[in-house]
Each structure stands twice: as structure tokens, then as C-alpha cells.
């Protein structure tokens, strides 16, 4: 079972709304949480990180919260845009950094 | 400033070719990953150096993957006898200190490798 899940596999919204993407981890303890963006044909870009007594932290439109305790991170993305689409991938670090398989987000006009 | 590159960005081979994959990280960045990403996937881990030493090759798939980064910057990543489950783009990633995960990993574009 991966450490990291991720959910939906792929989302399809129209330009302007929002859209909330969820990761579930089963690595314990971590030292920090991270969101990336990852355009086609290009490398992962870090939106967001959190460390274990975070909850949350916004970068824009981007606003990522995490519950230890139920071992939940969400990232929301607020009033779309066309430049949105891309993978969205959770990586939670510890002594190994572990990816999960990313969120598809498709935004259409 | 320059952030880190790969080359090159494409790759055909044929099955059983040797391929050789570099990248340049960032200038005075101390740790460097590579990372294999199948389409569709998250990038999975392959191997980790700080400086010029390999700390972790634990994810290497196999004898046919080498790496190495002798004098600390530029590193390479070789795959012997391809074969066509390494079609894959192969990410690199550096960052500025030597604990794994601690600091901010940057991203190079990632080299496609398509074996036909």
C-alpha cells in the first residue's frame, strides 16, 4: 500500500471555480508536508509546506491544510484559471521523501 | 539565477542500447536525487547524493542503473542494455542541505526516455 494517496486520480472543472484535492499518509512521524505543481513536460514546483504543528498555509490561490491526527492534507485551489491545469502531488518527507501518484487537474474553459 | 538542468530532454534508444542522462544542479546545492516518473505517476525514487557521495541508491531498479556524481555538481545517470520498462522521464532534483527532505528540492525539466 503507498504511503501516500492521493484523491480523485483526475478532476475536470470549469475556469473560475474552486477545487479541493485531498491526501491521506500513512508515514509517522514526519517533518514536513509538501505540495507541488507539476505542469506537462515539466519538472514538480513547490506551492506550499508544512511542517507537523502547521495546519495551514496559503500561497495565492493555493491554500493547503493539514490534520495530523487524521493524517489529512488537503490543497485548495480558489477561483480557477486556465494555468491551473497541471498534477498536484503530495510529498511527505522524513528520513525518505515519499511522492503520491499526484491529481490530475483539468480546467476548461 | 540558473535553476537545474537536464539533458538531454529527449531520449530514443533502442533496446539494449547504453544511455547516459546528465544533470546540473544548482550551484552549491549539496544534495541531488534522481527520480523516475512513468507517465501518468508521481516520481519514484531512484538514488541521493550529498556532495560526491551516494547515500541511497536503494531505489535503482536494477545492476543496469549507475550513478554518479564525482566531484560533487554534475551527475550522471547511466542505464545499461535498455530496456522497455525504463521508458520513463527520469527527474533530477537538487537542494541546498544534506538532510533529505529538510530543504526545498528544485526540479529540472526531466529527460524523456523512450525505448523502442
Known amino acids: 500500500k503507498n504511503q501516500v494517496e492521493q484523491s480523485p486520480q483526475s478532476l475536470i472543472i470549469l475556469e473560475g471555480k474552486n477545487c479541493t484535492l485531498q491526501?491521506?499518509?500513512?508515514?509517522?512521524?514526519?517533518?514536513?508536508l509538501r505540495w507541488y505543481k507539476q505542469d506537462t513536460g515539466r519538472g514538480p514546483v513547490s506551492l506550499t509546506i508544512?511542517?507537523?504543528?502547521?495546519n495551514t498555509k496559503s500561497n495565492g490561490r493555493y491554500t493547503a491544510t493539514l490534520d495530523a491526527d487524521t493524517k489529512q492534507s488537503s490543497l485548495h485551489i480558489t477561483a480557477s484559471q486556465l494555468s491551473d491545469s497541471a498534477s498536484y502531488i503530495c510529498?511527505?518527507?522524513?528520513?525518505?521523501?515519499?511522492f503520491g501518484k499526484g491529481t490530475r487537474l483539468h480546467i476548461l474553459p | 539565477g540558473a535553476g537545474v538542468s537536464q539533458s538531454p530532454r529527449y531520449k530514443v534508444a533502442k533496446r539494449g542500447q547504453d544511455v547516459a542522462l546528465r544533470c546540473d544542479p544548482i550551484?552549491?546545492?549539496?544534495?541531488l536525487f534522481w527520480y523516475q516518473q512513468a507517465l501518468g505517476q508521481g516520481p519514484e525514487f531512484l538514488t541521493y547524493?550529498?556532495?560526491?557521495?551516494?547515500?541511497?541508491k536503494s531505489g535503482l531498479p536494477s545492476d543496469r542503473f549507475f550513478a554518479e556524481r564525482p566531484e560533487g555538481s554534475v551527475s550522471t545517470l547511466k542505464i545499461q542494455r535498455t530496456q522497455q520498462e525504463d521508458s520513463a522521464v527520469y527527474l533530477c532534483?537538487?537542494?541546498?542541505?544534506?538532510?533529505?527532505?529538510?530543504?526545498?528540492?528544485?526540479f529540472g525539466p526531466g529527460t524523456r526516455l523512450t525505448v523502442t
Open positions: 510529498v511527505v518527507s522524513d528520513d525518505k521523501i515519499i
Open positions: 547524493f550529498q556532495n560526491e557521495a551516494q547515500l541511497d
Open positions: 508544512m511542517t507537523f504543528s502547521e
Open positions: 532534483a537538487s537542494s541546498l542541505g544534506a538532510t533529505p527532505g529538510a530543504y526545498e528540492q528544485y
Open positions: 550551484s552549491g546545492h549539496v544534495s
Open positions: 491526501c491521506n499518509y500513512t508515514v509517522s512521524p514526519f517533518s514536513n
